[in-house]
T-cell receptor, first 112, second 114 residues
Framework: EDQVTQSPEALRLQEGESSSLNCSYT??????LFWYRQDPGKGPEFLFT???AGEEKEKERLKATLTKKESFLHITAPKPEDSATYLC?????????????FGSGTQLTVLP | DGGITQSPKYLFRKEGQNVTLSCEQN?????MYWYRQDPGQGLRLIYY???????QKGDIAEGYSVSREKKESFPLTVTSAQKNPTAFYLC?????????????FGQGTRLTVV
């Protein structure tokens, strides 16, 4: 059975204080991974798809990286508007590819 | 504009009642999903459907039912058998080859038992 773990559960940063969020997983035949951002009371918003180990993608202050067993979401010089819950979802090659299982998320708070 | 529409945004249910949450998409996506989210928690999969007239149980299907009579629509019924239905419900859809296409989410329905 596929497992997805995100850490830390919650993270508080001062504005400008860079950090990383982790998504680790055990899936059969990893084919990629999604990162989403979710604001309170809203549906998740797609950020990135990473398809292979070693791949990196960037969007503003966010950079996502992927290895065979984990993915990191690096946040450089965050601003208060980056405060949200960040969710990851690995894509396996079996039925999990269709089920789309998410981690429990990291709740990020950036203080001004 | 293409997207996913969930309605209503807020829903109140009395104990013992069934309620149906609506999810409609005009993205021409084959796959649709229902997730439940509790405060401070991640998304838990209730049901998903890859094609019209077919659907599969997710991790927490007990007390819920779905139908997929049209490609655009995937309603979720929360039955009286669901003992703790108060939660935030999210619908999503996904197109193309399922293996690597991202899901698009609606804005959610917050269900409260009164």
């Amino acid at each position: 059975e596929d497992q997805v773990t995100q850490s830390p559960e919650a993270l508080r940063l001062q504005e400008g204080e860079s950090s990383s969020l982790n998504c680790s997983y055990t899936v059969s035949g990893l084919r990629g991974l999604f990162w989403y951002r979710q604001d309170p009371g809203k549906g998740p918003e797609f950020l990135f798809t990473l398809y292979s180990a070693g791949e990196e993608k960037e969007k503003e202050r966010l950079k996502a990286t992927l290895t065979k067993k984990e993915s990191f979401l690096h946040i450089t010089a965050p601003k208060p508007e980056d405060s949200a819950t960040y969710l990851c979802a690995p894509i396996g090659s079996s039925g999990s590819a269709r089920q789309l299982t998410f981690g429990s998320g990291t709740q990020l708070t950036v203080l001004p | 504009d293409g997207g996913i529409t969930q309605s209503p945004k807020y829903l109140f249910r009395k104990e013992g009642q069934n309620v149906t949450l609506s999810c409609e998409q005009n993205l021409n996506h084959d796959a649709m999903y229902w997730y439940r989210q509790d405060p401070g928690q991640g998304l838990r999969l209730i049901y998903y459907s890859q094609i019209v007239n077919d659907f599969q149980k997710g991790d927490i299907a007990e007390g819920y039912s779905v139908s997929r009579e049209k490609k655009e629509s995937f309603p979720l019924t929360v039955t009286s058998a669901q003992k703790n239905p108060t939660a935030f419900y999210l619908c999503a859809s996904r197109g193309g080859t399922f293996m690597n296409t991202e899901a698009f989410f609606g804005q959610g329905t917050r269900l409260t038992v009164v």
